[in-house]
């Protein structure tokens, strides 16, 4: 087991993040803002880039046991039936990277502030804030990938608490004792809520050669948002 | 401007999103041309027309929050310049207590709730977000509210939910319960033994009306705004 580096992705694209902020709000494309909506989602976009302070804390734990519905990495217990099939149809899968990767707190306070004047603004960051954490978690995933790959591995698609088969609160329980998460400054609550608000935890496992990237092919919630199939997105949502 | 024209205008510049206008509607406003209720009415009927256009999907919910906006600039200038409190005949049967309940601290679809069961003339009290059970009690014992309206964007903090509303029941049985959320729909909302489901701000305000057996009416807004 070792602990890797934190993680600190550039900043994304500001033109491919207002996309991404269209695109969550519901728009078909930008084409159709009204000019109002438009400024503000720039200001968004600009005020997420400029506050965030994005930090991320890692670790690798090599796998000692799968099956039964559990993934078990030394330190950590995955408890995902789902997910557990995923990696039992790995060959030799190796180990698992844990993560928490977050904006900060002065975004939510940003948030919070802007609530008293505007709930548009407000809620225009908060729809920032959201998309910025998952380019990062993003160019996190792929950083793994880098990192797995330079030892002969492929990685699954990231996989968080509280999606699939894998419960929230039990999940966070497990990455939280795992993972120095007080480095970055990021607390969990007794519901598995973690501030501040736009962080995301996950793992992802790491074998030589994987057959699937995600676990959708035994799940039936065939509207789920975050449904992929054979390992790539059937929506633009990532797991 | 004044009288009719005036009020006419204040309900355009929240429909219009028009902050600028209603400024300058509202500069040297002291309530003695048009009063100050007859102005928050104006106000409230602009934001009902608003939730029709976002219940039709005319507009989109940014545009819904600029008139939010505006509907309570107009608010705070109206408190601020003109009027303290006004007494209702019926305000104790109309106060929501509103909160999220213990266990998170995503606030913002119950504040934009708060700010629309305001505009719909409800008197909104605000205990604020991860809100222990026995806050809620209390505020409900102090205000004796007609409605507890709870928020959560979680499944876990579900089990609290449930909890306060049960407690409310045994404690308070006259108070209907508004139940709102990511994780909740009506048949989830029915089972916590909620009165009542809230599906987006724009459905919140029939919902309440129909809790309390009224009829919902546009214009009797308490003068008193939240500031978020």
Redesign the interface.
């Known amino acids: 087991m070792m602990r890797l580096n934190s993680f600190r992705p550039a900043a994304p694209d500001r033109l491919r993040l207002f996309e991404k902020v269209v695109a969550r709000l519901g728009y078909p494309s930008p084409s159709v803002l009204s000019e109002e909506v438009r400024l503000g989602i720039e200001r968004a976009v600009d005020r997420a880039l400029e506050q965030a302070r994005v930090e991320s804390v890692l670790r690798r734990a090599t796998l000692v046991k799968v099956g039964g519905g559990m993934i078990e990495g030394q330190g950590i217990r995955i408890h995902s039936q789902r997910w557990a099939r995923v990696a039992e149809r790995a060959e030799k899968p190796a180990f698992i990277f844990a993560f928490v990767v977050t904006l900060g707190q002065r975004l939510d306070e940003t948030v919070a502030a802007l609530q008293r004047d505007s709930f548009f603004d407000a809620y225009l960051l908060d729809a920032a804030g959201s998309e910025l954490a998952e380019e990062s978690a993003g160019a996190l995933e792929e950083f793994l990938a880098s990192q797995a790959a330079a030892e002969g591995m492929e990685i699954t698609a990231r996989f968080s608490p509280g999606y699939c088969d894998w419960d929230l609160k039990e999940g966070q329980d497990a990455l939280f004792r795992f993972l120095d998460t007080g480095s970055v400054g990021v607390r969990c609550n007794e519901a598995g809520m973690m501030t501040p608000l736009k962080t995301i935890s996950g793992v992802v496992i790491a074998a030589p050669r994987l057959a699937v990237r995600v676990a959708c092919s035994w799940c039936n919630q065939r509207e789920c948002l975050h449904r992929r199939s054979n390992g790539l997105a059937e929506t633009d949502k990532r797991v | 401007m004044k009288g009719k024209d005036l009020l006419l205008a204040l309900e355009e510049a929240v429909f219009n999103?028009d902050s600028a206008s209603l400024e300058s509607l509202l500069a040297g406003f002291d309530g003695s041309d048009v009063g100050p209720s007859e102005a928050i009415r104006a106000l409230a009927k602009g934001m009902d027309r608003v939730r029709g256009r976002l219940r039709d999907r005319e507009i989109?919910?940014?545009?819904f929050?600029?008139s939010?906006?505006v509907f309570?600039?107009g608010l705070r200038r109206i408190a601020r310049d003109a009027c303290e409190e006004e007494p209702g005949e019926d305000r104790e049967t109309r106060t929501v207590v509103i909160g999220v309940v213990?266990?998170?601290?995503?606030d913002?679809g119950k504040?934009?709730v708060a700010?629309v069961l305001e505009a719909s003339g409800y008197r909104v009290v605000d205990v604020g977000r991860?809100v222990p059970r026995d806050v809620f009690l209390s505020a409900l014992k102090e205000t004796k509210a007609s409605i507890l309206a709870l928020s959560t964007m979680?499944?876990?903090?579900l089990e609290?939910m449930r909890e306060v509303i049960q407690w409310t029941r045994r404690l308070y049985p006259d108070v209907k319960i508004l139940v709102g959320g990511a994780p909740l729909d009506e048949r989830i909302a029915a089972a916590l033994g909620a009165d009542g489901y809230a599906e987006s701000a724009v459905t919140a305000p029939e919902e309440a009306s129909r809790l309390v057996g009224k009829t919902r009416r546009a214009a009797k807004a308490a003068p008193v705004p939240k500031?978020?």
């Open positions: 999103r989109s919910i940014p545009e929050l600029l939010i906006d309570r600039q213990e266990g998170d601290t995503h913002m504040n934009i700010a991860d979680m499944s876990t903090p609290n500031a978020g």
